[in-house]
């Protein structure tokens, strides 16, 4: 029996391997992760007004472009995970392709989102848990800190118990939270549809149609806001060594992320943008909001509900941050392996099949995180938009190298392949421009600096670390069989 048919037999009487992950996952398990990531609840609850305030009326078309763009950056990593299975995701799509330094380089620049992106999904739970205490009464400008405290206690047990059940509470807490949404879309519809809408709000065509005076530039700007919504679609790629067969339900949950995003993202701006209203007033209160979707929930239905999806979106950010886990402990599992970092990162529970000693650390390091911006008397909002922006850069850095992989492989077998990873490069580039540029203001203009500086600590340890391209190499190559 090889390694790779061991690995798929997760209830075998023999003790697992203390390198090796339980090959467990079926597809939804799988697809969990790349949804739970992008946090479709959480999304809509923050992104639409930036869209808004550069389109106006036409945000839905912000999301709409955001999609195309986003198909076209996920189909460099849909055949990449269609060729290589890796727990290190990244790693071994640029690694098997451009050679074991820049693959290192993309993992580096992925576990570098994900050490800061559960540190956000957290105060996620913090921001909209404090908004759900003070709609029910319960507190008013309660702390954030306890409140992101007890989410990271409760991810750290999830986590814990093993990729099935984590993956499965993923599943579960995006399905509620999307469907409380999907409550107060159909409450909206139907009262617009009825005309008894609280502002005489009608349906109208005009949210597809770019008010006068707003060009195509101001589009593509909107688009960036839409395109960051989907930011963790390529997390599945994780579970290359824990799905059942990852070589085509990576690809599959990949596409599904995507997919339902781009349904989700443009039905829900749609819908808010109409029960807001499409005239001068109705933008205006859509763009000034705080909070859209609880505004609209009080607006049509009630403080109840607007309660609920307050909660809704502490469930979705739960389970975005349990993604985010999942995806740096696989990468500094992959890279203990290799040797590439401490060996002791490799080790697997052999009662859960979690590689231990790696998520400790992911969750040692989002402790420190919280605690310093704690002590530093740092607002929940601030906390949440500092990290979001550190993690998105070094996110928008790793699309661009896995699309030079997927072109220079794809490639080499017709020149005609080369075209959409090609597109793809070219609108990662595009979104990571308009994030640094214009310089935003402080303390936002540094953090492209922070970013290059763990880019750049990246590339110094390929250089430092002894043998590093024969370790990767030969890592990669003894992972690259699989099912």
Not at 144 to 158: D, H, N, R, T
Request: aromatic share 10%.
């Amino acid at each position: 029996m090889n390694r790779q048919d061991s690995m798929a037999q997760p209830y075998s009487a023999e003790p697992v391997a203390r390198s090796a992950l339980r090959r467990e996952l079926r597809f939804m398990e799988t697809a969990s992760v790349s949804v739970g990531v992008m946090a479709p609840t959480l999304a809509m609850s923050v992104t639409g007004v930036a869209a808004v305030a550069e389109l106006g009326r036409a945000a839905p078309l912000a999301f709409a472009v955001a999609a195309l763009g986003v198909g076209l950056v996920a189909y460099g990593f849909v055949r990449l995970a269609a060729e290589f299975s890796h727990a290190g995701s990244v790693y071994a799509f640029v690694g098997n392709t451009l050679g074991p330094r820049p693959g290192f380089l993309a993992g580096w620049a992925l576990l570098g989102t994900y050490l800061v992106f559960p540190p956000v999904s957290i105060m996620g739970v913090a921001i909209f848990g404090r908004a759900f205490l003070s709609t029910t009464g319960l507190a008013h400008d309660a702390d954030w800190y306890p409140l992101a405290l007890a989410a990271w206690a409760v991810i750290w047990v999830l986590a814990a118990r093993g990729v099935r059940p984590t993956t499965r509470s993923v599943l579960a807490f995006e399905v509620v939270s999307v469907c409380l949404i999907l409550v107060l879309m159909a409450v909206i519809c139907w009262r617009l549809a009825a005309g008894t809408a609280p502002g005489g709000q009608r349906p109208s065509g005009a949210v597809f149609v770019l008010p006068p005076g707003v060009g195509l530039s101001a589009l593509a700007l909107a688009a960036v806001s839409g395109f960051l919504a989907f930011a963790g679609f390529e997390s599945a790629g994780s579970l290359g060594e824990e799905s059942l067969v990852p070589r085509r339900m990576i690809p599959r949950a990949i596409i599904t992320a995507v997919a339902f995003g781009a349904v989700f993202y443009v039905a829900c701006i749609t819908v808010q943008t109409l029960g807001f209203g499409t005239g001068a007033a109705g933008v205006s209160a859509f763009r000034h909001s705080q909070a859209p979707l609880g505004d609209l929930a009080r607006h049509y239905v009630g403080t109840p509900l607007a309660a609920a999806l307050d909660l809704g979106a502490v469930l979705s950010a739960l389970g975005a941050a349990l993604g985010g886990v999942i995806v740096a402990a696989r990468m500094m599992f992959a890279f203990g392996r290799d040797g590439l970092a401490a060996r002791r990162l490799s080790g697997v529970s052999a009662a859960t099949g979690v590689p231990r000693p790696a998520l400790v650390v992911e969750m040692l390091l989002g402790l420190v995180l919280l605690t310093a911006f704690r002590l530093a008397g740092t607002s929940a909002l601030n906390v949440f938009f500092y990290l979001a922006t550190i993690g998105t850069l070094s996110l928008l850095v790793m699309y661009i190298l896995t699309n030079v992989a997927a072109g220079w492989h794809l490639g080499r077998r017709s020149l005609a392949q080369l075209v959409l990873p090609a597109a793809g490069v070219l609108i990662a580039a595009f979104v990571l421009y308009h994030t640094v540029w214009p310089v935003p203001p402080a303390p936002y203009e540094f953090f492209p600096c922070l970013v290059l500086g763990w880019l750049l600590a990246g590339l110094a340890l390929t250089a430092a670390i002894p043998g590093f391209a024969a370790k990767a190499a030969g890592g990669l190559e003894r992972a690259r069989a699989g099912p």
